[in-house]
């Protein structure tokens, strides 16, 4: 298990490494970003389950995800509809 703790912990930082260096579509950077938060829940599911013994706090966060992705999609779509793109250098 400790293994899967470790490659999860390598995506987070390739992930993280990605974010950085693709900065031009804003639809790149929040799925950057949503599967950064996966993968933090990942580590929170193998928390929950071998030293909580308790799943409800992860259903939770969970939830927050969804919701968090529902955000930004409807962040991304009004964006397109204004600008016509979905390029970070029209934000300014």
Do not use: H, P, W
Request: aromatic letters at 14%; hydrophobic letters at 60%.
């Amino acid at each position: 298990m400790t293994y899967t703790l470790l490659l999860t912990v390598l995506f987070i930082l390739m992930i993280c490494s990605f974010m950085f260096l693709q900065k031009k579509n804003l639809l790149v950077c929040l799925i950057v970003l949503e599967v950064l938060f996966y993968s933090l829940l990942i580590i929170y599911l193998y928390l929950c389950l071998n030293v909580f013994a308790n799943v409800t706090y992860f259903i939770t966060l969970l939830c927050f995800a969804a919701s968090g992705a529902g955000i930004g999609l409807s962040l991304l779509v009004v964006l397109s509809r204004c600008y016509g793109n979905d390029l970070i250098s029209n934000l300014k």
